[in-house]
């Protein structure tokens, strides 16, 4: 899949912590319905059987509303549910060898750093996830980029950027004029009671932010 830069608009990143009487399936469908432009699947805990799965039953869902579907971390999950592709932090392995084997699938690369971001582009990313922006309870040890460098990853790089971290209907639009494409958003969306709602509101925030 050729990656548009707008479907990296409102980047919706699962997570578990707020399913209640739902099934992810069922969340992830009513964000897509709510707008949300891009899905990544990010399971921590499951068994590699289970993650399959998981993940056959949610590209079902993209792949009926034509929108980017990219595993988290697990390439090999990826390629065995033919994923649009795969998206990894700096720990994870090594994007220029992830793009070997991923072919022209959707990589992603999470980055901190101008250098990282730069490194990312030359190995094959198509998009790089610069964060965190704000300080966030989904992902406690990570490090906050300030917006100089966020902007300044956006102004060195020719791929896309989606700003992670933190972000909710609250703050989207501080990031107005740093030059990134979208936003990734994990309990903005799902620990909301009304998922679809507030995926269509954080949507139309998004476009504000990225209009601008």
């Known amino acids: 899949m050729k990656l548009d830069k707008s479907a990296l608009l409102l980047y919706a990143v699962t997570d578990r912590t707020w399913l209640g009487n739902r099934t992810l399936v069922q969340q992830v469908k009513e964000t897509i319905i709510g707008g949300a432009t891009f899905i990544q699947l990010r399971e921590k805990a499951l ?4 993650f399959v799965e998981e993940a056959r039953e949610i590209k079902k869902l993209t792949d009926q509303y034509q929108i980017p579907f990219v595993i988290n971390d697990d390439h090999q999950v990826a390629l065995a549910v033919d994923a649009d592709g795969v998206h990894v932090g700096q720990g994870d392995m090594d994007a220029g060898e992830l793009r070997k084997r991923m072919g022209d699938k959707i990589l992603g690369v999470s980055a901190q750093t101008v250098e990282q971001a730069i490194k990312a582009e030359a190995d094959g990313a198509d998009y790089i996830g610069v964060g ?9 040890d990570a490090n906050l980029v300030t917006f100089e ?23 989207i639009l501080n990031l107005k004029g740093t030059g990134v494409d979208g936003v990734a958003l994990v309990s903005a969306i799902f620990s909301k009671p009304d998922i679809a709602g507030a995926t269509k509101e954080l949507h139309g925030l998004s476009r504000e932010m990225v209009k601008s």
């Open 149 to 171: 460098t966020l902007q300044e990853i956006c102004s060195r790089v020719s791929i896309p950027v989606v700003a992670i971290g933190g972000l909710n209907e609250n703050n």
């Open 47 to 50: 068994s590699f059987e289970g």
């Open 132 to 140: 965190a922006v704000y300080s966030t309870a989904t992902k406690t």
